[in-house]
C-alpha cells in the first residue's frame, strides 16, 4: 500500500476545507474547486480529502448525504481544540468530557455534516 486516506463528500469543498484547517491545523497539498487534499504539517502521512459531493468522479449511490461515519482524531489536546472550535462557531455536539475508557473526547460537525471525534489521552 502507498497511502491512504479519507475523503469527506461536500458540495461546500472550500468551507469544509477551511473547518479542518482551523480547528485542527492541517495544511492543503493540493486544491481545485472540486477538490483539496489536507495533511497534516508534523505528520504529512496524515491525510484528508474534501471531494465535491456531485462531481462526476462520484459515484452517483454516493452522492447522497452520508450517514454513520464518525471521524476520530487524537490530538495532544482536547480543550485546546474545543477553545478553537469555540472561536469559529463550529457546531459542538458535545463540549470534552472524560470517557470511561481514559480519553478526554468531544464531538462536532463539520459543514458536511459529518461528526468528527477528537480526543486526547486523559491526564
Do not use: H
Request: glycine content about 4%; proline content about 7%.
Amino acid at each position: 500500500m502507498q497511502r491512504s486516506f479519507t475523503n469527506i463528500l461536500t458540495e461546500e469543498v472550500a468551507v469544509t476545507a477551511a473547518f479542518y484547517q482551523e480547528i485542527l491545523g492541517f495544511e492543503p497539498r493540493f486544491s481545485a474547486d472540486w477538490f483539496v487534499n489536507l495533511a497534516d504539517p508534523n505528520n504529512p502521512a496524515l491525510e484528508l480529502g474534501i471531494l465535491k459531493q456531485s462531481s462526476e468522479i462520484v459515484p452517483a449511490r454516493a452522492q447522497r448525504a452520508p450517514a454513520g461515519v464518525i471521524l476520530t482524531f487524537v490530538v495532544d489536546d482536547c480543550d485546546a481544540v474545543y477553545e478553537k472550535a469555540l472561536a469559529q462557531n463550529a457546531n459542538i455536539v458535545e463540549a470534552p468530557r472524560e470517557m470511561p475508557y481514559g480519553q478526554r473526547r468531544m464531538i462536532l460537525r463539520d459543514p458536511a455534516g459529518t461528526f468528527v471525534d477528537i480526543s486526547s489521552p486523559s491526564t
